[in-house]
């Protein structure tokens, strides 16, 4: 029988049957110490990596880089697609388009719309989900996001969640529904610069975000995704933190796979409340070193590149260290096939709003998260992959390989 909790932070019950994972010792966010720390051997080598270097350095960076992805992935390029469940959200960030107080269009799909984006996305040729949802506890309600992966798990192998933190034993339950990838981004590791972009919310927690992944690896999810949004902070300090974070989950969490990303600030809906700094933003030469230092730093992890870079720029950084893609993506519910488009409404003060009769269209879709850059369908991806000489990858997982 599922006990219920109730609380701001659950957005589900989870089962007591499935046993409360061992999550023991001392977490990252007790150690994250960015400014007095000593850093490791391996550190220390990550950070002369990232010293500026001349034009032909960096050639030799990207050939080393290139040669070390093929050597540990093969000519492999894995291919995802984001699935947004819902755009409801109680927290307030400053560079989000589904931030509470912007007034945008919101949906929450049913388990049966999800199920109909997802065979859409099946037909295109994806195996691969990656489900994304706001933090809701009224919206993303309780069992949802298990009846998501309940009638999702037959037609798609691979499936992982992007939602707000949870604990381990609701980390379990996820896993025992049929979860297995896990993708939480720090948004930025300074801690300054987190308190002033989140304004309100679950999310203005810090440290239980930043240990979050050591509670989804305690609760059985055997990948985890993590980055920062780059833009936020300076993009060195954040690259530092981000490396110290994956050195110390590679020790602790060895058991799990692990992918790293760099997403960048895009335009979204609320766009005015946050001016990106300039002087923060990570250039695409910056972005070219950034792939290769983690490359030639952590030669067997992940790296994650979205369609939020436009095209040119995604097709010539493919070769130099990158491992996995999203394709055609949409970062609205419903965005591939229109399902929920008959609910749109707005959200105020946590209270359903409708949509006053000028408003209502066939046409009108639910708000982005961010735009998109690089629009291209997933066929003519793929087709671009395999003339560079690699080989997309749609599928790299089934349940049958556990059957005996």
Partial sequence: MASQQSGPDVIFSFDKSIPAPDLSGVSFAALFDP?????????????????????????????????????HFGRTMRLFAPLYLSNECVNNCRYCGFSRDNPILRTTLSSAEVLTEARHLHTAGFRNLLLVAGEHPKFVSEGYLQECLRVLRPVIPTLGIEVGPMEDRQYAELVHCGAEGLVVYQETYHRGAYAALHTGGPKKDFA????????????????????????????????????????YLQKHCWKAQFTVAFPRLRPHAGNHLHTPDPALSLGDRELVRLICAFRLTFPHVGIVLSTREPAA?????????????????????????????????????????????????????????????????????????????????????DEAILAR
């Avoid at 010293?51 to 992805?69: H, I, K, N, V, W």
């Avoid at 239980?208 to 995704?225: K, T, V």
């Avoid at 749109?344 to 998260?369: F, I, Y």
Wanted: aromatic share 6%.
């Fill in 208 to 247: 239980f975000r930043l240990d979050c992944p050591e509670r989804a690896y305690a609760g059985g999810f055997r990948r985890i995704g993590i980055g920062a949004l780059f833009g936020l902070a300076d993009w060195r300090d954040e690259a530092l933190a981000l490396a110290a974070h994956l050195e």
């Fill in 35 to 71: 400014g007095g720390a000593p850093k490791s051997p391996l550190m220390r080598g990550f950070e002369a990596l990232l010293a500026d270097p001349s034009p032909e350095r960096l050639e030799g960076m990207a050939r080393r880089s290139a040669a070390l992805t093929r050597r």
């Fill in 313 to 397: 720029l995604r097709d010539a950084l493919f070769p130099l260290g990158v491992t996995h893609i999203s394709a055609g993506s949409h970062t609205e519910p419903g965005g591939y096939t229109g399902a929920g488009s008959d609910d749109l409404h707005r959200t105020v003060k946590g209270r359903r709003v409708d949509l006053p009769d000028a408003e209502l269209s066939p046409c009108n879709r639910a708000t982005p998260q961010f735009e998109i850059d690089d629009r291209r369908p997933p066929a003519e991806v793929a087709r671009r992959l395999r003339t560079t000489g690699l080989d997309p990858v749609w599928k790299d997982w």
